[in-house]
């Protein structure tokens, strides 16, 4: 079964907003990372928060976790028309080499 | 660097048809992966490969095989294809470190009628 689920399923926002996407898991992780999906094309990786880590930034991106609700959040600020893709979070397990990935929330960004 | 390149992009084939879908990195990856992607299902995991020689089943493996040929390549499998096996499948590679992201091939589109 898979591990992550996001929310929304589907989102829609104004250039310059914020998107908030958030990732709810079922067991304890050792990391939780987030990937972005262009249509027609394969996931390219954006971000990893260690399940030690509260939050973390990476230029517009920041991440948060919180291991007690088993979620994660990822914020994109300033939205751009750009940055309307899929994102998807995953995780893995112990000493798994397994990641599993959520359903994904697709975003877009109207100009 | 390629990267991660998979072949063919598009694939039709009749149902009980057979076909092998090729997956190949040039980054020196141990671990190699096979997903399919399906509207409103998001990616799950066939098989992977936590190194040369080994394979390992995921969440759907039902209906498929894989070969890790080398360090290189990973094959997928499909003996005699149905139509639940439309979908788009994607290859993925990553270092053997537990906290190291997945390089994604760019996907084969496979239609089984």
């Known amino acids: 079964s898979q591990q992550g689920e996001e929310d929304p399923q589907a989102l829609s926002i104004q250039e310059g907003e914020n998107a908030t996407m958030n990732c709810s898991y079922k067991?304890?992780?050792?990391?939780l990372q987030w990937y972005r999906q262009n249509s027609g094309r394969g996931l390219v990786h954006l971000i990893l928060?260690?399940?030690?880590?509260r939050e973390k930034h990476s230029g517009r991106l920041r991440v948060t976790l919180d291991t007690s609700k088993k979620s994660s959040s990822l914020l994109i600020t300033a939205s751009r028309a750009a940055d309307t893709a899929s994102y998807f979070c995953a995780t893995t397990q112990g000493g798994s080499e397994k990641l599993v990935f959520g359903k994904g929330t697709k975003l877009t960004v109207n100009p | 660097n390629a990267g991660v390149t998979q072949t063919p992009k598009f694939q039709v084939l009749k149902t009980g048809q057979s076909m092998t879908l090729q997956c190949a990195q040039d980054?020196?990856?141990?671990?190699m992966y096979w997903y399919r992607q399906d509207p409103g299902m998001g990616l799950r995991l066939i098989y992977y490969s936590a190194s040369e020689g080994t394979t390992d089943k995921g969440e759907v493996p039902n209906g498929y095989n894989v070969s890790r040929l080398n360090k290189r390549e990973f094959s997928l499998r499909l003996e005699s294809a149905a139509p639940s096996q439309t979908s788009v499948y994607f290859c993925?590679?990553?270092?053997?470190?537990?906290?190291?992201?997945?390089?994604f091939g760019n996907g084969t589109r496979l239609t089984v009628t």
């Open positions: 067991t304890s992780i050792n990391n």
């Open positions: 980054m020196n990856h141990n671990s």
């Open positions: 993925a590679s990553r270092e053997e470190v537990e906290s190291s992201p997945l390089h």
């Open positions: 928060i260690r399940s030690n880590e």
